[in-house]
Protein backbone atom coordinates (compact mmCIF):
# COMPACT_ATOMS: atom_id res chain seq x y z
CA UNK A 1 0.00 0.00 0.00
CA UNK A 2 1.28 3.49 -0.84
CA UNK A 3 0.80 6.05 1.37
CA UNK A 4 0.76 10.10 1.40
CA UNK A 5 2.24 11.75 4.46
CA UNK A 6 1.40 15.66 5.24
CA UNK A 7 0.99 18.12 7.88
CA UNK A 8 1.71 21.78 8.57
CA UNK A 9 3.89 22.99 11.55
CA UNK A 10 1.04 21.60 14.25
CA UNK A 11 1.32 18.27 12.96
CA UNK A 12 4.81 17.99 11.98
CA UNK A 13 6.34 16.02 14.99
CA UNK A 14 3.49 13.87 14.69
CA UNK A 15 3.91 13.43 11.20
CA UNK A 16 7.17 12.41 11.90
CA UNK A 17 6.21 9.58 14.18
CA UNK A 18 3.67 8.15 11.34
CA UNK A 19 6.29 7.85 8.66
CA UNK A 20 9.05 6.03 11.16
CA UNK A 21 6.13 4.40 12.49
CA UNK A 22 5.37 3.22 8.89
CA UNK A 23 8.25 2.63 7.10
CA UNK A 24 8.92 0.52 10.23
CA UNK A 25 6.13 -1.83 8.90
CA UNK A 26 7.34 -1.58 5.43
CA UNK A 27 4.47 0.49 4.01
CA UNK A 28 5.98 2.84 0.96
CA UNK A 29 5.59 6.88 2.05
CA UNK A 30 6.10 9.33 0.75
CA UNK A 31 6.29 13.11 2.71
CA UNK A 32 4.77 15.77 1.22
CA UNK A 33 5.85 17.84 3.86
CA UNK A 34 6.08 20.26 6.12
CA UNK A 35 9.82 19.14 6.36
CA UNK A 36 10.42 22.21 9.40
CA UNK A 37 8.13 23.25 12.54
CA UNK A 38 8.38 27.21 11.07
CA UNK A 39 4.80 28.24 10.82
CA UNK A 40 3.05 27.57 6.91
CA UNK A 41 -0.12 27.05 5.70
CA UNK A 42 -1.95 23.83 6.25
CA UNK A 43 -4.34 23.56 3.07
CA UNK A 44 -1.13 23.28 0.44
CA UNK A 45 -0.22 19.99 1.98
CA UNK A 46 -4.06 19.26 2.18
CA UNK A 47 -4.10 19.88 -1.93
CA UNK A 48 -0.58 17.66 -2.25
CA UNK A 49 -1.87 14.34 -0.61
CA UNK A 50 -5.47 14.77 -1.54
CA UNK A 51 -4.32 15.24 -5.40
CA UNK A 52 -2.36 12.45 -5.59
CA UNK A 53 -5.09 9.93 -3.50
CA UNK A 54 -7.80 11.48 -5.78
CA UNK A 55 -5.58 10.50 -8.85
CA UNK A 56 -5.01 6.87 -6.99
CA UNK A 57 -0.95 7.64 -7.14
CA UNK A 58 -1.27 7.09 -4.24
CA UNK A 59 -3.72 4.76 -1.99
CA UNK A 60 -4.37 6.51 1.20
CA UNK A 61 -3.40 9.96 2.65
CA UNK A 62 -2.68 10.93 6.32
CA UNK A 63 -2.86 14.48 6.99
CA UNK A 64 -2.01 16.34 10.61
CA UNK A 65 -2.49 19.84 11.53
CA UNK A 66 -2.83 21.46 15.13
CA UNK A 67 -6.76 20.19 15.31
CA UNK A 68 -7.23 18.02 12.20
CA UNK A 69 -10.21 20.28 11.27
CA UNK A 70 -8.35 22.94 8.77
CA UNK A 71 -6.50 20.06 7.33
CA UNK A 72 -9.45 17.54 6.37
CA UNK A 73 -11.80 20.59 5.62
CA UNK A 74 -9.31 21.48 2.68
CA UNK A 75 -8.78 17.87 1.70
CA UNK A 76 -12.47 17.38 1.55
CA UNK A 77 -12.60 19.75 -1.36
CA UNK A 78 -10.86 17.58 -3.61
CA UNK A 79 -12.91 15.75 -5.60
CA UNK A 80 -12.77 12.06 -4.81
CA UNK A 81 -10.98 12.37 -1.82
CA UNK A 82 -13.40 11.15 1.62
CA UNK A 83 -11.20 12.53 4.31
CA UNK A 84 -11.70 11.65 8.03
CA UNK A 85 -10.93 13.33 10.81
CA UNK A 86 -10.64 10.46 13.95
CA UNK A 87 -9.76 10.81 17.66
CA UNK A 88 -10.79 7.60 18.68
CA UNK A 89 -10.33 3.72 17.45
CA UNK A 90 -13.49 3.17 16.82
CA UNK A 91 -14.10 5.50 14.17
CA UNK A 92 -10.71 4.91 12.62
CA UNK A 93 -12.84 1.81 12.22
CA UNK A 94 -16.31 2.49 11.46
CA UNK A 95 -14.97 5.42 9.03
CA UNK A 96 -13.09 2.76 6.60
CA UNK A 97 -15.85 0.46 7.02
CA UNK A 98 -19.00 2.62 6.59
CA UNK A 99 -17.04 5.67 4.19
CA UNK A 100 -14.06 3.99 2.85
CA UNK A 101 -12.23 7.11 3.85
CA UNK A 102 -9.24 7.12 2.05
CA UNK A 103 -7.45 10.16 3.96
CA UNK A 104 -7.00 10.17 7.34
CA UNK A 105 -6.73 13.19 9.68
CA UNK A 106 -5.22 13.48 13.02
CA UNK A 107 -5.00 16.65 15.32
CA UNK A 108 -1.05 16.55 16.30
CA UNK A 109 -2.43 19.08 19.32
CA UNK A 110 -5.42 16.96 20.56
CA UNK A 111 -4.25 13.45 20.82
CA UNK A 112 -1.11 11.71 21.92
CA UNK A 113 1.36 9.61 19.44
CA UNK A 114 0.69 6.44 21.03
CA UNK A 115 -3.24 6.73 20.68
CA UNK A 116 -2.41 8.41 17.04
CA UNK A 117 -0.31 4.98 15.63
CA UNK A 118 -2.99 3.25 17.23
CA UNK A 119 -5.45 5.16 15.11
CA UNK A 120 -3.55 4.70 11.90
CA UNK A 121 -2.98 0.96 12.32
CA UNK A 122 -6.49 0.39 12.63
CA UNK A 123 -7.54 2.43 9.27
CA UNK A 124 -4.74 1.22 7.74
CA UNK A 125 -5.97 -2.31 8.43
CA UNK A 126 -10.21 -1.74 8.29
CA UNK A 127 -11.58 -2.90 4.82
CA UNK A 128 -14.55 -1.10 3.60
CA UNK A 129 -17.92 -3.16 4.04
CA UNK A 130 -19.66 -1.79 0.51
CA UNK A 131 -23.55 -3.18 0.29
CA UNK A 132 -25.73 -0.79 1.87
CA UNK A 133 -22.95 1.77 2.38
CA UNK A 134 -21.88 2.35 -1.13
CA UNK A 135 -25.27 3.91 -2.53
CA UNK A 136 -24.30 6.38 1.07
CA UNK A 137 -20.91 6.66 -0.97
CA UNK A 138 -22.44 7.56 -4.46
CA UNK A 139 -24.89 10.00 -2.99
CA UNK A 140 -21.88 12.03 -1.93
CA UNK A 141 -20.48 11.66 -5.71
CA UNK A 142 -23.34 13.09 -6.55
CA UNK A 143 -22.91 15.82 -4.12
CA UNK A 144 -19.05 16.66 -5.83
CA UNK A 145 -20.66 16.49 -9.16
CA UNK A 146 -23.55 18.72 -8.66
CA UNK A 147 -20.91 21.55 -7.11
CA UNK A 148 -18.11 21.06 -9.35
CA UNK A 149 -19.35 21.55 -12.84
C1 LIG B 1 -2.04 26.31 13.08
O1 LIG B 1 -1.79 27.22 14.08
C2 LIG B 1 -3.41 25.68 13.28
O2 LIG B 1 -4.41 26.63 13.03
C3 LIG B 1 -3.59 24.47 12.38
O3 LIG B 1 -2.58 23.55 12.63
C4 LIG B 1 -4.89 23.72 12.51
O4 LIG B 1 -5.16 23.43 13.86
C5 LIG B 1 -6.04 24.29 11.80
O5 LIG B 1 -7.16 23.73 11.78
Known amino acids: MR ?10 EMKE ?7 SKGFDIKDFGTKTTDSCDYPEFAVAV ?15 CGTGVGISIAANKIPGV ?9 TAAATRQHNDSNVLALGGRVIGVGLALQIVD ?19 TDIEKKYNK
Do not use: P
Not at 3 to 12: R, T
Not at 53 to 63: C, F, H, N, Q, S
Not at 122 to 140: A, F, K, P, S, V
Open 3 to 12: IALGSDHGGY
Open 17 to 23: AIKTHLE
Open 50 to 64: GEEVAKGTYDRGILV
Open 82 to 90: RCALVGDCF
Open 122 to 140: TWLGTEYEGGRHQRRIDLI
